[in-house]
């Protein structure tokens, strides 16, 4: 096995290491045990957007202990930031962070197209938002609220917020307090 393999074999997240065990160890001899593309696809597009650099240069994915705490933590210089829950997924609430179509609307096989980016506000530094950049609303509910977000329009993110994306996928903001 590769030396960078087995380096970097701690950084993935446990849902990568079962694929691996099941295709390279498992399905070794039986092949009924490999994983199926789709599953490959699923989980790498899950890995891409819970892939996350902060802006120390610290680099890393988040955990079951994140999702655990409700926040990412970074592994260089401890900053800490909430989680946006998507179906299995769970990507940080920083500048720059991203979802893909398939993750947003369970009907969706479009693995490469961005439906909803974590921007930052223009006018007040450090309030973050998600925009939507597909093309179909969604409704997002806060604690006393709720408020329409139309395409390539935005809404605050805050703890305890909920989204609705479709019928049957819905996101929130997981609580870090």
Wanted: aromatic share 10%; with cysteine; glycine share 6%.
């Amino acid at each position: 096995m590769s030396d960078n393999v087995i380096r970097l074999w701690k950084r993935y997240p446990d849902y990568i290491h079962d694929l691996f065990v099941r295709a390279f160890v498992d399905g070794i001899r039986d092949t009924s045990k490999r994983p199926l593309e789709t599953e490959w696809i699923t989980a790498l597009v899950r890995l891409r957007s819970e892939a996350f650099t902060c802006s120390c240069g610290g680099f890393s994915f988040v955990s079951e202990e994140d999702r655990r705490n409700a926040s990412f933590t970074c592994p260089r210089c401890r900053a800490s930031y909430p989680l946006l829950k998507l179906g299995s997924t769970c990507i940080p609430v920083a500048k720059g962070a991203v979802a893909y179509k398939c993750q947003l609307h369970a009907a969706s096989d479009d693995h490469s197209t961005v439906a909803l980016k974590v921007v930052e506000n223009r006018h007040t530094k450090g309030l973050m938002g998600i925009k939507n950049v597909e093309d179909v609303e969604w409704e997002v509910r806060y604690d006393d609220s709720k408020k329409t977000v139309r395409p390539n329009d935005g809404a605050e993110i805050k703890p305890g917020m909920k989204i609705e994306f479709d019928f049957k996928t819905t996101g929130s903001v997981l609580r870090s307090d």
